[in-house]
Every structure is written in C-alpha cells, then in structure tokens.
C-alpha cells in the first residue's frame, strides 16, 4: 500500500484538482500551499499519522466539496503553523 499514491488517486477519482492551493494570510504574508503540498508533507510523517491523514481524506469526501477544501485548509493551517513555531524556536 502506497498511501501518497492512494491519497492523490483518491482525488483525482473524485475530479479535484492536486494542483488546487489554498492562501493562508500570516500577519499580511500570504502564504500558498496546494493539495499536493500538503499530502507530501503528512507522508513524511510515520506510517499510523499517514494512515489517519488517509482516513480523514476520505471522510472528508462524504461532505462534499466543502469538505475536502475544509480538510485541506486545516492540514494546511497546522503545517504552517507548526513552521512558524520551529522558525520562532530556532
């Protein structure tokens, strides 16, 4: 099982572009991260964190397009979150 690959392919069978980006205002910096960012960033965590990130995707279809962009603002939302704290900290 290739999570990474079963989570792109579970967009591109529901028509969602990967390439899609969300913006992310910091202070007045705009940040802007697309789906395929964000899946290949939660990859790089342990298999059980990319299992759970799998799972919440494919719950996040059930609800919709607003679901799916929901669920990717907030996995986004913590990435950048989590970089700032490291830039902060270091």
Not at 22 to 50: K, R
Not at 55 to 69: P, Q, R, T
């Amino acid at each position: 099982m290739n999570i990474k690959s079963d989570c792109k392919r579970v967009l591109l069978e529901n028509s969602i572009n990967i390439d899609s980006t969300i913006d992310f205002d910091v202070n007045g910096e705009v940040h802007s991260l697309s789906f395929e960012q964000i899946i290949d960033s939660y990859m790089q965590a342990s298999t059980e964190s990319q299992l759970v990130f799998y799972s919440a995707l494919e719950k996040s279809l059930l609800a919709g397009e607003i679901g799916i962009e929901g669920f990717f603002e907030g996995m986004g939302k913590l990435l950048l979150m989590t970089h700032l704290s490291e830039k902060f900290e270091g």
